[in-house]
């Protein structure tokens, strides 16, 4: 997929380095250790040459500094796709570990989508089915399901019915620049995931992927020039249940 939003690329200089020095000794005050641990930390500033120069002892404002900066990606890394309040309807399940990933379900609805021109399909609105959306933060599987009742555990799982899809689910993201960091909650990360997706544009067939019972350029050129219901005759099965996948 082409990216359709501006791309921004931080720089990352290094700017601090620290050193721990660990110091045992004897301990003069009663307790049941023989050996009491004391710390040193030394700071160094760095130089033009990407070198350590000014060694010093860590100062307060230094040390206040490195003590926000690790209360500060402590909160980001507790809110990883904890919910701002209760679950979302449409979410399947979720796992906020710091790999984790989330299951969500999206109903037959009208999307604007995006073709590159090679397609000869016009850029526009147009149905399209039932989705069932598994995503990490750098990752997205999507799926095909029939009806518009919220999926259970046996609901079937069909190929989705697009352009840059593999045949696992996987999809190619191609140079969009996704930028979800740990600290995204739950329904932002699930928003940001459908926007991604559907605000880029699709360009291309990969082998065994987009599988439908017809011809997909036909589909979708009938689909945006049309009011029509997605046609879910059209879906075909891929072996998987919903189950299946969140396990």
């Not at 921004?8 to 200089?13: A, L, P, Q, T």
């Not at 040193?40 to 206040?64: F, M, R, T, W």
């Not at 796709?81 to 299951?103: I, Q």
């Amino acid at each position: 997929m082409n990216n359709v939003t501006n791309e921004f690329n931080d720089k990352y200089i290094p700017y601090k380095a620290l050193l721990i020095y660990n110091c045992e000794r004897e301990n003069d005050y009663n307790s049941n250790t023989d050996e009491a641990v004391s710390m040193y930390v030394e700071s160094y500033d760095i130089g033009l040459q990407g070198n350590p120069i000014n060694a010093h002892p860590l100062s307060l404002q230094e040390s206040i500094a490195l003590a926000e900066l690790l209360q500060s990606s402590a909160e980001m890394q507790n809110g990883f796709l904890k919910s701002k309040g209760m679950f979302p309807n449409n979410l399947l399940y979720v796992n906020a570990d710091t790999n984790g990933y989330a299951v969500w379900y999206t109903p037959p609805q009208q999307r604007e989508l995006f073709f590159v021109k090679d397609l000869g399909i016009p850029c526009g609105k147009a149905y399209v089915p039932g989705m069932v959306w598994k995503a990490t933060r750098d990752s997205l599987f999507i799926f095909a399901v029939k009806g518009k009742s919220k999926p259970t555990a046996k609901t079937a799982l069909h190929y989705a019915p697009y352009f840059n899809i593999y045949s696992d689910g996987r999809v190619c993201m191609g140079n969009v620049n996704i930028n979800i960091d740990r600290g995204t909650h739950l329904e932002n990360f699930m928003t940001q995931w459908e926007a991604y997706f559907f605000g880029s544009y699709f360009s291309h067939t990969i082998s065994g992927g987009s599988q439908i019972n017809g011809n997909i350029v036909q589909l979708w050129q009938q689909q945006v020039s049309t009011e029509n219901r997605f046609n879910e005759l059209l879906l075909v099965k891929n072996g998987l249940t919903l189950n299946q996948l969140i396990r």
